[in-house]
């Protein structure tokens, strides 16, 4: 099912009303439609400019109706075939609209209840009008939104109850074999049957609502625009629509001005990840702007937004500095009057606060706080507040924004050029927006200023300082060879490698180290070191800066909290940072968010596999993870399914090692360390503060070699011991199963050990190297979640360091 909204401007007349009806038969033919209606163009200004003089006990009210009511019969008259029931009912409705209206003009008081009746009258009699030209033709049905969408009893801003209007949109649309519903947008009716709305851009939230309940597989959201441009095409004539942005850049846009789409409408369909498409009803092939959860991937800014008629406050003065409480007496100043601050900037010296808010209510809210700091004023420790008017906020939009440095410089670089003065700066701490309050005559000089300066084709560059060349260091240099191309025309990135290091030499390329002769520049570089391979990162200072680390290397990943500190993202499938303490590894969380900078281990568990950002989805999704059942050492599943009665461990461990699958020392995996590492990290990602001594550890590898230091004695030690693998092997085939080395975290705990598994398991037929992780969660608490696939080797795992650097340059 889809939910589709038509705007008052796609509505507006008997004709627009046909092109909707053509578009909701075409889309009807391949699924069922909610659709859901605004008042006719301009209606709804209509009846309330009749409410406020029928207030003011002005007789003008009634010709206002009156223009209503005739400007409706029209659509009547020219839509429907058979007229004479429509206009009976539609009578019924005006004439219950006056009624209202009259007891408004002898009390001369408009209250919210009967505002609301008042206000919601358009889309009730747009709705109808419009079922009833849909059921001449479409197997369409009318349902009043009342009897839905259920609030409270704020008649004019009704909060949703979505426990019972959920309920009640599953069980109305379960029975409805209508392939058409209308419905009106706005209204609502609260528990107590009164009818409420859902304020400004009501429609769209309604319909928002539905999607939502509904599991709609889209929101389309029609009116008289091809989408979300990226300025307003009035002003700005090089603007475009913007093909895909994600949810939170288009409450960004919306709330700074973009009146395609009104803020609250996302939230319902962003937790639900319902998608929505912003189409034109009078372009009906235009593919409009589809907002998802991501984002797409074509520059760090998405739109430039303004908003007009703006006043800015200013309260200063000494006796702010380190007094608690100003700020809050100054909000609670204006929320008592209601008044909705849009913009807020402080000094760091808390010498002054600055909030812009609309100039209507700029009057009023001096008075208020006024009244507020009345004693401090007086004393002279707080000035008189400042009013300036004739004011606009301008606003760059864009999640990837915060990744990207000099931003705001090329803003105030461009405006500046152009004259435009700048009276406040705010940012969110988000970062997916930087505003500007300039003079209101600037504006529009402004946004074709900023257009020209961010809406040109471009490439984003990323800065790689690679360390580790070697298996999985070589392959994933072959991979960046071999994708270049790719990676500039598709995905617009740029992705050089400006240094690379192994443990003897390092060598730095400001313009790219060429990747066709990496070995070459390599010998030919300087010595090595941690801290000087670390120090010329810093001194190079360049863009998108992002460190790779290739290792197993403990001292390697000791580095990671430095890189972090100078914003430069970490991507690494060492494993050793993510295991170490408890109290490492939760600082390196922090301080990646702290500087902004991407900490990105996916490889460290399953290579290439998806195990880690699944699993980070899930948490963040707001399920739990209850139990982790996995195989997760690539290398041992290869030895356990390729050792036999024929072959002895020591020739299938070589094989191994020679094949790439283990580590430099195949004793780390071979011991069972390196599974208690992963397992270990899966559990601290899924919120538990768990340390690597708290995983038991049932080795099968003899006590002597365990203790061996070097790789020779180790593999001498696998000759020695044949017979003690060989039994491992004759137990578990006379039981019918295979071996496998298997990872379990259950409650709290967590151990590792090889197990017998039966034929029945999902583990019995993991092949080669493969890896396969079972979640049970809140959501998969009988059928876990599985993930699987190939877990080792060198070019699974140079891909997964692939996809990290992909993550940063999205991110």
Not at 330 to 354: G, K, M, R
Request: with cysteine; proline share 2%.
């Amino acid at each position: 099912m889809k939910v589709l909204k038509f705007g008052g401007s796609s509505v507006k007349d008997a004709n627009s009303i046909q092109q909707v009806l053509k578009i909701i038969e075409s889309l009807s033919k391949k699924e069922k439609l909610a659709v859901v209606v605004s008042a006719f163009g301009n209606t709804t200004n209509q009846l309330i400019k009749a409410a406020q003089l029928a207030e003011q006990k002005s007789n003008d009210y009634i010709n206002v109706v009156k223009s209503i009511e005739q400007h409706h019969y029209q659509v009547i008259k020219e839509l429907i075939h058979q007229k004479e029931e429509v206009y009976k009912q539609s009578e019924v409705l005006f004439n219950e609209l006056k009624t209202i209206y009259q007891g408004c003009f002898l009390l001369e008081e408009v209250t919210p209840k009967a505002m609301a009746l008042i206000s919601g009258f358009g889309e009730r009699i747009s709705s109808y009008i419009i079922a009833e030209a849909a059921k001449q033709n479409l197997d369409a049905v009318y349902k009043d939104s009342r009897e839905l969408i259920v609030t409270d009893t704020n008649y004019l801003k009704a909060q949703v109850n979505f426990e019972l209007t959920n309920k009640k949109c599953q069980d109305f649309f379960d029975k409805n074999e209508y392939q058409i519903t209308i419905l009106p947008g706005f209204i609502a009716k609260s528990e107590n049957g009164q009818t409420t709305t859902l304020g400004r851009g009501g429609s769209d939230y309604s319909a928002a609502i539905y999607a939502a309940a509904l599991d709609a597989d889209e929101l389309q959201i029609w009116t008289d625009v091809s989408g979300m441009f990226t300025a307003n095409p009035a002003i700005v004539k090089q603007a475009f629509p913007i093909a895909q942005i994600s949810y939170q850049e288009a409450m960004e846009m919306s709330h700074f001005g973009a009146k395609v789409i009104y803020p609250p409408t996302i939230q319902p369909v962003m937790e639900k990840q319902v998608p929505i498409r912003i189409k034109n009803t009078f372009d009906s092939e235009n593919v409009g702007t589809l907002i998802t959860q991501q984002t797409s991937e074509n520059g760090s800014v998405k739109g430039i937004s303004y908003i007009e008629n703006i006043s800015l406050l200013t309260l200063e003065g000494s006796g702010m500095i380190g007094v608690s409480g100003v700020s809050k007496r100054l909000f609670e100043a204006l929320s008592d009057e209601n008044i909705n601050v849009i913009l807020i900037t402080q000094a760091s010296s808390e010498h002054s606060i600055c909030v812009g808010i609309f100039e209507e209510d700029a009057q009023r809210a001096a008075q208020k706080i006024h009244q507020k700091f009345e004693i401090e004023i007086a004393q002279h420790k707080i000035d008189p507040v400042t009013v300036e008017n004739d004011l606009s906020i301008l606003a760059l939009v864009g999640d990837n924004m915060k990744n990207h440095q000099g931003l705001s410089g090329k803003m105030f670089s461009a405006l500046g050029k152009n004259n435009v003065n700048i009276r406040a700066i705010a940012q969110g701490a988000s970062e997916k927006n930087i505003s500007a309050v300039i003079k209101q005559s600037d504006a529009k000089k402004a946004l074709n200023t900023l257009h020209e300066q961010f809406f040109e084709e471009k490439i984003k560059q990323l800065n790689l300082f690679v360390t580790g060349v070697g298996n999985v260091g070589n392959r994933f240099l072959a991979q960046l060879y071999q994708q270049k191309e790719y990676l500039l025309q598709n995905l617009k990135l740029n992705i050089r490698v400006v240094g690379i290091s192994n443990s003897k030499k390092m060598a730095f390329d400001e313009n790219g180290i060429d990747l066709n002769n990496w070995q070459e520049a390599l010998n030919n570089g300087s010595r090595a070191g941690l801290q000087l391979f670390f120090d010329e990162i810093k001194k190079l200072n360049l863009r998108n800066s992002v460190f790779v680390d290739n290792t197993a290397n403990e001292a390697v990943s000791e580095m990671y909290e430095d890189y972090l500190r100078n914003n430069i993202a970490v991507v690494t499938c060492n494993k050793i940072a993510c295991a170490s303490d408890l109290e490492n590894y939760k600082k390196l969380k922090k301080v990646s968010q702290k500087y902004n900078a991407p900490f990105l281990f996916e490889t460290n568990v399953g290579a290439g596999l998806p195990i880690i950002d699944t699993l980070k989805n899930l948490i963040a999704s707001g399920d739990r993870v209850h139990k982790i059942q996995a195989v997760l050492s690539g290398t041992l599943n290869f030895v356990f399914n390729n050792f036999n009665q024929k072959v002895t461990f020591h020739d299938v461990v070589t094989q191994a090692q020679a094949e790439g699958y283990t580590e430099p020392d195949p004793k780390i995996d071979l011991s069972g360390i390196d599974v208690a590492r992963k397992i270990l990290i899966l559990a601290r990602e899924s919120g538990n503060d768990l340390e690597l001594s708290d995983i038991k550890n049932n080795s099968f590898l003899p006590e002597k070699s365990l203790k061996t230091t070097n790789n020779d004695d180790f593999y001498a030690s696998l000759h020695e011991f044949e017979a003690h693998f060989q039994e491992i092997y004759t137990k578990a085939a006379a039981e019918n199963c295979k071996l496998k080395y298997v990872a379990e975290f259950s409650e709290g705990n967590a151990k590792v050990g090889l197990q017998h598994i039966p034929s029945n398991h999902p583990f019995y037929n993991l092949e080669g190297s493969d890896n396969i992780v079972l979640f049970f969660t809140d959501r998969y608490p009988v059928q876990p979640l599985q993930i699987k696939g190939a877990g080792a080797g060198a070019d699974v795992t140079a891909s997964g360091i692939f996809a990290d650097v992909i993550r940063v340059a999205n991110s």
